[in-house]
């Protein structure tokens, strides 16, 4: 059964502390590899796609790497309106998605 | 393109009680999925429509949800004989294929959900 671990749980920095959030994957056969942002009360986000080791992209402070096992979320000086939760799915077949419970992030200005 | 529409955005029912959610894709978009979300965990899969068809099903999806996309436009999920424990958010989301290196892996657009609570 795919299984996706997100952590930290919570983690909170101070504005233009930089950090790292990890997705950890099992799964057989993926077909790629989502990051999404959720603010409370509203839907996900989409934010990047990572399709194979070694792939990295980037936007505005964040930049999402992927390798065989895992994916990190690294952001860079972040602001308070970089507070939410960020949410690591995995595919496999591409009808749906995998996903983990997400890192709450709080940063304070 | 106003996004991913979803009604109600909450629903409030005792326990027993049927209710049914809408959901409206993007025009364009022809692949439609129901996910639910409780608190503090990620969505989870429910049902998956190509078109009109109910291409896949989550075991989650009790003999008391049913799902359906009529003509391939809007969505409509129902919940019958409601229990406590199908209080959660629940998040439609719209994809076109062909994006990225697999054709498949789509991006998926959220809509903002309809909260359930059942009393």
């Known amino acids: 059964e795919d299984q996706v671990t997100q952590s930290p749980e919570a983690l909170r920095l101070q504005e233009g502390e930089s950090s790292s959030l990890n997705c950890s994957y099992t799964?057989?056969?993926?077909?790629?590899l989502f990051w999404y942002r959720q603010d409370p009360g509203k839907g996900p986000e989409f934010l990047f796609t990572l399709y194979s080791a070694g792939e990295e992209k980037e936007k505005e402070r964040l930049k999402a790497t992927l390798t065989k096992k895992e994916s990190f979320l690294h952001i860079t000086a972040p602001k308070p309106e970089d507070s939410a939760t960020y949410l690591c799915?995995?595919?496999?077949?591409?009808?749906?998605?995998?996903f983990g419970s997400g890192t709450q992030l709080t940063v304070l200005p | 393109d106003t996004g991913v529409s979803q009604n109600p955005r909450h629903k409030i029912t005792k326990r027993g009680q049927n209710v049914t959610f809408r959901c409206d894709p993007i025009s364009e978009h022809n692949r439609l999925y129901w996910y639910r979300q409780t608190l503090g965990q990620g969505p989870e899969f429910l049902t998956y429509?190509?078109?009109?068809?109910?291409?896949?099903k989550s075991r989650l999806l009790s003999d008391r949800f049913s799902a359906e996309r009529p003509k391939g436009s809007f969505s409509t999920l129902e919940i019958q004989r409601t229990e406590q424990g199908d209080s959660a958010m629940y998040l439609c989301?719209?994809?076109?294929?062909?994006?990225?290196?697999?054709?498949?892996?789509?991006?998926?657009?959220f809509g903002a959900g309809s909260r359930l609570t059942v009393l």
């Open positions: 799915a995995v595919t496999v077949s591409a009808r749906q998605l995998t």
């Open positions: 989301a719209s994809s076109r294929p062909g994006l990225g290196t697999y054709s498949g892996a789509n991006v998926l657009t």
């Open positions: 429509f190509q078109n009109e068809a109910q291409l896949e």
């Open positions: 799964v057989s056969g993926l077909r790629g």
